[in-house]
């Protein structure tokens, strides 16, 4: 799997949005981009997953560069609740045998939500 | 529809000892992996079980070891822990090996080691 490369910490205001980034320039043409999130004590969370198209859900919303090299996580309307580690894994998504069934984590970004 | 649920939440153990660590995986999975993670850092992954049998395993001693029942559930196995194995050991689900949306994760146990 491609290594990717996220910043340690960000904050953000509450309400405001929280664009998190990440460098894959590594990635093959049949790696998807994924993020997690893990709330202190707890496991961790899905939020997202793209291969090359912009991608929206109920969470976030992800960007990826047309070189898809790097990728962004967006969260529209930050809450504290939303205030985590935040982890970006590249990664085949369907398990075709061999050494692609696992999830490689990094240490994360660890975005705080200030009030 | 239930989550992973994990037993037990917490576990204090001493160096030498053995311990097993259980997983429920969520309804329609069939797929179960065990991370370790220590503090400060990214859950690592320990292995994989599927249909029963490991399917897949990380950079681990034999010590670590696992079983998937029948109804999907696992459980961890730690012979002779060190002090090292102090972590949050985190079971994940899925369907097929891997899901559409990846993997669904417990709470995890926190083990110490002392």
């Known amino acids: 799997d491609a290594k990717t490369t996220q910043p340690t910490s960000m904050d953000c205001a509450e309400g405001r949005a929280a664009n998190l980034p990440c460098n894959h320039s590594t990635i093959s043409g049949n790696e998807y981009v994924y993020w997690y999130r893990q709330i202190h004590s707890q496991g961790p969370q899905y939020i997202i997953h793209?291969?090359?198209n912009n991608e929206t859900n109920e969470m976030a919303s992800l960007i990826i560069t047309e070189d898809r090299k790097s990728s962004t996580l967006i969260l529209p309307h930050a809450t504290l609740r939303d205030t985590a580690v935040y982890y970006c894994?590249?990664?085949?998504?369907?398990?075709?045998?061999?050494?692609?069934?696992?999830?490689?984590f990094g240490k994360g970004t660890l975005l705080t939500v200030n009030p | 529809e239930t989550g992973v649920t994990q037993s037990p939440t917490h576990l204090i153990k001493t160096r030498g000892q053995q311990v097993t660590l259980r997983c429920s995986s969520q309804?329609?999975?069939?797929?179960v992996s065990w991370y370790q993670q220590a503090l400060g850092q990214g859950p690592q992954f320990i292995f994989q079980?599927?249909?029963?049998?490991?399917?897949g395993r990380g950079n681990f001693p034999p010590r670590f070891s696992g079983l998937q029942f029948p109804n999907y559930s696992s459980e961890l196995n730690v012979n002779a822990l060190e002090l090292d194995d102090s972590a949050l050991y985190l079971c994940a689900s899925s369907s097929q090996g891997w899901g559409n949306y990846g993997y669904t994760f417990g709470s995890g146990t926190r083990l110490t080691v002392v």
């Open positions: 309804s329609g999975h069939n797929t």
């Open positions: 079980y599927y249909r029963e049998e490991e399917n």
């Open positions: 894994i590249v990664r085949v998504a369907k398990n075709s045998g061999g050494s692609n069934y696992k999830l490689t």
């Open positions: 793209g291969l090359k």
